[in-house]
């Protein structure tokens, strides 16, 4: 693993964002297109708008979600609403988008995803996130399946997640699909998140901190942190 620690948020997004369209540039230049999954909330956001601007080819990317919460793309919390408004913008306007919620009924949307997400793999970058309890795409503590989603040798590519005092049920990433992808970052901020991420280190069992699954099986692992 790699850590690499910013003095603010900007100064991670430009230097994240310039990462990212490097390895993008590469697969496209490699293999004639190239893909991308990134994670949610509020963290990214400037990243978002960085990335939205890098000069390369985004005819030839394909942009999905780490997770996504099962809720309408016009929701307020859906993820895909959040990288519609705040990464497929500008020269990343022109990059194709798979999402994960394509159906009322949840199961559905995992198979026709599924299905979808098998033809981008492995993934070329993926960019994860972290909550303050150790949550990463959405492999919650205290979730049900969490053993099945984060077992390396698992052969599901997407599952359905009902975690602990979340607002509704999520899809997430397997942690195979993670694990697989060719460039992996974890993006984090904030002294909270920092101590979270260092006692996961030191967990003795991952799933008490599930970014510990990723730790463990990610050694190419770049973690990038802000103040």
Same mark, same amino acid.
């Given at each position: 693993?790699?850590?690499?620690?910013?003095?603010?948020?900007?100064?991670?997004?430009?230097?994240?964002?310039?990462?990212? @369209?490097?390895? =993008?540039?590469?697969?496209?230049? &490699?293999?004639?297109? $190239? %893909?991308? /999954?990134? !994670?949610? +909330?509020?963290?990214?956001?400037?990243?978002?708008?960085?990335?939205?601007?890098?000069?390369?080819?985004?005819?030839?990317?394909?942009?999905?979600?780490?997770?996504?919460?099962?809720?309408?793309?016009?929701?307020?919390?859906?993820?895909?609403?959040?990288?519609?408004?705040?990464?497929?913008?500008?020269?990343?306007?022109? @990059?194709?988008? =798979?999402?994960?919620?394509?159906? &009322?009924?949840?199961? $559905? %949307?995992? /198979?026709? !995803?599924? +299905?979808?997400?098998?033809?981008?793999?492995?993934?070329?970058?993926?960019?994860?996130?972290?909550?303050?309890?150790?949550?990463?795409?959405?492999?919650?503590?205290?979730?049900?399946?969490?053993?099945?989603?984060?077992?390396?040798?698992?052969?599901?590519?997407?599952?359905?997640?009902?975690?602990?005092?979340?607002?509704?049920?999520?899809?997430?990433?397997?942690?195979?699909?993670?694990?697989?992808?060719?460039?992996?970052?974890?993006?984090?901020?904030?002294?909270?998140?920092?101590?979270?991420?260092?006692?996961?280190?030191?967990?003795?069992?991952?799933?008490?901190?599930?970014?510990?699954?990723?730790?463990?099986?990610?050694?190419?692992?770049?973690?990038?942190?802000?103040?």
């Amino acid at each position: 693993m790699q850590f690499t620690a910013f003095d603010d948020g900007t100064e991670l997004a430009r230097w994240l964002a310039k990462e990212v @369209a490097g390895n =993008l540039a590469t697969a496209i230049g &490699e293999k004639g297109s $190239a %893909s991308l /999954a990134v !994670s949610g +909330g509020t963290t990214p956001v400037q990243f978002f708008r960085e990335l939205s601007a890098a000069d390369i080819d985004w005819a030839k990317v394909c942009v999905t979600l780490a997770d996504e919460r099962f809720v309408p793309p016009d929701s307020a919390r859906s993820n895909q609403r959040l990288v519609t408004l705040e990464l497929l913008q500008n020269k990343a306007a022109r @990059a194709r988008f =798979l999402p994960l919620y394509n159906d &009322e009924d949840i199961g $559905a %949307s995992v /198979a026709q !995803s599924a +299905g979808l997400l098998a033809g981008h793999l492995p993934l070329d970058v993926i960019v994860l996130g972290m909550g303050a309890d150790g949550h990463t795409a959405s492999l919650f503590p205290g979730s049900e399946g969490l053993r099945e989603a984060a077992d390396p040798e698992g052969k599901r590519l997407l599952m359905a997640v009902d975690a602990p005092g979340a607002a509704e049920p999520r899809i997430t990433m397997t942690l195979p699909v993670i694990a697989g992808a060719k460039a992996q970052y974890l993006h984090i901020e904030g002294t909270e998140k920092r101590a979270v991420f260092e006692a996961a280190q030191e967990a003795a069992d991952p799933a008490q901190t599930p970014i510990g699954f990723v730790l463990e099986h990610c050694p190419e692992l770049k973690i990038v942190w802000a103040k």
